[in-house]
């Protein structure tokens, strides 16, 4: 593809933002880059770097339409992540995901790249899961990424719309507004209970082996009609937080739970925000636990054998640069 026009969503968050990074680094000329920003959104990254920004919102079809006239591939990457309200991660990643399909459609887009989850899968039957794994989503924010899955395949199958799915771990680098400030946050107390001995392995990827994956998908013609599995590395969950401890300098001390115990400590506080705050997913501690207590790994041969993809950076590394840029921007 010769001078494509990209639309890329959410360039404001972690991984439209290493995208938009990558992009520019690869040589993409700026103005053939836009990135969709809502009115309120911190567009302080993205000013100065000669893309395009086009103000609007997943909700608003005519904006997205403004955003997507003349464009031949959109990166659709925005979406509610770090949300606790049911409705909001339905409203946008599903219908906002809807929304974005029609002005792609309208446009006569050549390539829509959607970034879901691996938690499209929910508790995992066998290990390292393939993309054929079984999808039961167990929390809304996944159920809501598999509700937008199947808009996509439903908009390729009516208008032939070619698609790639891509299913990345949990993502990390600068500009993480999620997992990372979640972790930090937690080995800041001074102690981290730990159940299961923290042997389950977890699986991370940098936002830039995300971004170069989508870049792939976007130039490859077999990957149409494709979802990937995307992981950088995975580390036993002890292992993670001992780095973090390690990193931010917390001192905080591991301390093992039994299972039992934590499984009865995750029956109460289900109870107690099932009774008081009816916003929260009734059955959340007790599903984090029963995640947190199995390897949450994945198999990445098929984007290996299609895309040629090999993730780039490792888990120190990808750490480090997230653990940094939370200490300095994050609090
Ligand atoms: N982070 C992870 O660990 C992870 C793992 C697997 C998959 N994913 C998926 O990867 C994608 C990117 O995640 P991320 O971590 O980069 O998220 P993020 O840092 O929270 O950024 C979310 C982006 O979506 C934008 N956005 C939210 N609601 C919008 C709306 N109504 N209209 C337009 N833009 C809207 C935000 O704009 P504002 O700046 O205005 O808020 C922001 O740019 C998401 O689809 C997510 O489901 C993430």
């Avoid at 997992?179 to 923290?198: A, D």
């Amino acid at each position: 593809m010769n001078a494509v026009n990209i639309l890329v969503t959410g360039g404001t968050g972690l991984v439209g933002s290493q995208l938009i990074e990558a992009l520019l680094e690869k040589g993409y000329p700026p103005d053939t880059i836009r990135a969709l920003v809502r009115p309120r959104s911190h567009i302080d990254f993205l000013t100065g770097k000669g893309i395009r920004l086009c103000t609007g919102d997943l909700l608003d079809v005519d904006s997205l339409k403004a955003a997507t006239e003349g464009v031949h591939i959109v990166y659709h990457c925005a979406g509610a992540v770090d949300e606790k309200r049911r409705e909001v991660f339905w409203e946008v990643n599903v219908i906002g995901t809807e929304r974005m399909l029609e002005a792609a459609r309208w446009a006569g887009v050549q390539r829509f790249v959607y970034v879901s989850s691996i938690g499209v899968y929910g508790l995992l039957e066998t290990t390292p899961a393939t993309e054929d794994h079984p999808t039961r989503p167990l929390r809304p924010y996944a159920v809501s990424k598999l509700a937008a899955e199947q808009r996509v395949r439903r908009y390729a199958e009516r208008y032939g719309l070619p698609f790639v799915i891509l299913r990345p771990t949990a993502i990390v680098g600068q500009r993480d507004r999620t997992i990372t400030r979640r972790l930090v946050n937690l080995v800041r107390r001074p102690v981290v209970p730990m159940v299961g001995g923290g042997r389950a392995r977890i699986s991370f990827v940098h936002a830039r082996d995300v971004a170069e994956a989508m870049i792939r998908a976007s130039h490859s013609e077999k990957a149409v009609g494709n979802v990937y599995n995307v992981e950088g590395f995975s580390a036993p969950l002890r292992r993670v937080i001992q780095f973090f401890i390690d990193e931010v300098g917390s001192g905080a001390t591991i301390i093992d739970v039994p299972y039992g115990l934590a499984f009865m400590g995750a029956l109460i506080v289900d109870g107690f925000y099932a009774v008081a705050r009816r916003r929260v997913h009734p059955i959340r501690a007790r599903v984090g636990l029963r995640q947190l207590t199995r390897d949450l790994i994945f198999d990445t041969t098929k984007i290996k054998m299609d895309l040629n993809f090999e993730p780039q950076y490792g888990m120190e590394e990808s750490f480090r640069q997230a653990i940094r840029w939370q200490l300095q921007h994050g609090g």
